[in-house]
């Protein structure tokens, strides 16, 4: 890539120089390595002089549009309201109420502690960082790493984060990079408020870089979160396309399970759901030992729900259906049914695909929030009619991947938020 001249102007009397050596390929990453050099937060705009018209400034909206070697930038930040830093309890790919109905024992993805642990690096870095965070208490002086020791520490980061979750939200990546700076002070960079924004951003791209490696390598769950939705039209359901916040969780095998073994735990808990009285001891550990043959099947096969019930019944708790049910379910692919229980009390059935998949929930908020979970245990998407309803449900009640919302729910999120301000 050619190397660029930029000259930043942030304010009237705040004009910077920087220069690129590489120039991203993309405009988010063009943003990022900005919001990097010029350590600011929040969201801003880019503007360029614009050659077209007398050098008059213009929105940046692709890479292509600057001129070659030198441009002159300016970055107008923008007033943001204070974010909302509450940790999401639910792991990425299936909701916390539907690790309840399908909880593997290992291997399932967590949420980063805050502070994150920081790993051990090999002996010399770790001799490194000794030194230099020696040095640092003595005189302030700042460790200057190479770029190998530099891609040595952001590797092991990535993999210590990776086994929290192969995706990680915008916040993770501010808890590990102050984690870093926090335990090796010598890394701090110069110039920086706070001292670690570069650190945030190096780590965005070694994490991307490091799922790559992991995908070619063969990792499943990479490699279908990779793909977009279906497009044949001779399938049952589209398979759902995976967000930042929507990822689909496929561990691999235990070391310890063949395929045939398995099969024959599965066909065992089809056996044990049809006796009188099911030794639900038995069934959860074996829906724990076949969770992941279980969620590959959903995830690649993309079965019908009537058919992952009578492969999986384990996973539904199903006790009988009734003609009457069937009829009042026909045509309703997601809902929940509300029956009549005596004087003011009710039981609540949820309804997926024309099926009562869960019965005799007590509460209507319980069903919402199973209903949320199956969804994403079955990999459906939501339904057009409802997809405001649910983002709204996910984004805002949830808050799982509220960062990025439809242009409707964010303005709700806003009004919501100016309410509970005043």
Avoid at 81 to 91: A, G, K, V
Wanted: charge should be neutral.
């Amino acid at each position: 890539m050619i190397i660029m001249l930029f000259r930043i102007i942030l304010g009237e009397n705040d004009i910077r120089k920087i220069h690129a050596d590489c120039l991203p390929e993309t405009l988010d990453d063009f943003f990022a390595f900005l919001k990097c050099k010029l350590a600011v937060d929040g969201s801003f705009v880019v503007q360029f002089q614009d050659l077209d018209f007398n050098n008059e400034f213009c929105n940046l909206t692709n890479l292509a549009e600057l001129p070659k070697e030198k441009a002159t930038l300016k970055v107008i930040v923008q007033p943001t309201l204070e974010s909302n830093n509450t940790d999401p309890t639910i792991d990425v790919g299936s909701s916390s109420t539907a690790s309840s109905l399908d909880n593997p024992t290992s291997g399932g993805r967590r949420s980063l502690p805050c502070p994150f642990p920081i790993p051990k690096f090999t002996y010399d870095v770790e001799l490194q960082l000794r030194r230099g965070n020696e040095a640092y208490h003595n005189n302030g002086n700042l460790l200057d790493i190479s770029k190998d020791t530099k891609s040595e520490i952001l590797e092991k980061l990535a993999e210590a984060i990776y086994a929290f979750t192969p995706y990680p939200q915008r916040d993770d990546f501010d808890n590990v990079a102050q984690s870093l700076i926090n335990k090796h002070p010598c890394l701090k960079e110069p110039g920086s408020e706070k001292g670690w924004y570069c650190w945030k951003y190096s780590l965005k791209f070694k994490m991307g870089n490091y799922r790559s490696k992991l995908r070619a390598a063969g990792c499943a769950e990479l490699q279908v979160n990779r793909h977009s939705a279906s497009s044949d039209l001779g399938t049952k359901r589209k398979l759902k396309k995976a967000n930042k916040a929507e990822t689909n969780f496929l561990p691999d095998l235990p070391q310890d399970k063949s395929p045939a073994m398995l099969e024959k735990e599965r066909e065992s808990m089809v056996v044990e759901m049809k006796k009188r009285k099911v030794d639900w001891n038995k069934m959860c550990m074996m829906m724990a030992n076949t969770f992941s043959v279980r969620r590959k099947e959903i995830v690649e096969n993309e079965p019908l729900v009537k058919e992952v019930k009578a492969k999986w019944p384990g996973l539904f708790f199903e006790k009988q259906e009734t003609d009457i049910e069937d009829r009042v379910t026909a045509g309703m692919d997601v809902g929940i049914l509300i029956m009549p229980e005596g004087d003011d009390a009710f039981d609540y059935s949820v309804v997926l695909e024309e099926e009562i998949v869960l019965r005799d929930v007590k509460e209507l908020p319980h069903a919402v929030a199973l209903l949320v979970g199956l969804i994403f245990t079955l990999n459906i998407d939501y339904p057009k009619k409802l997809r405001y309803t649910f983002e709204v449900i996910q984004k805002i009640f949830i808050d799982l991947g509220g960062d990025q919302c439809s242009v409707k729910v964010h303005g709700l999120k806003n009004r919501l938020r100016k309410t509970v301000v005043s």
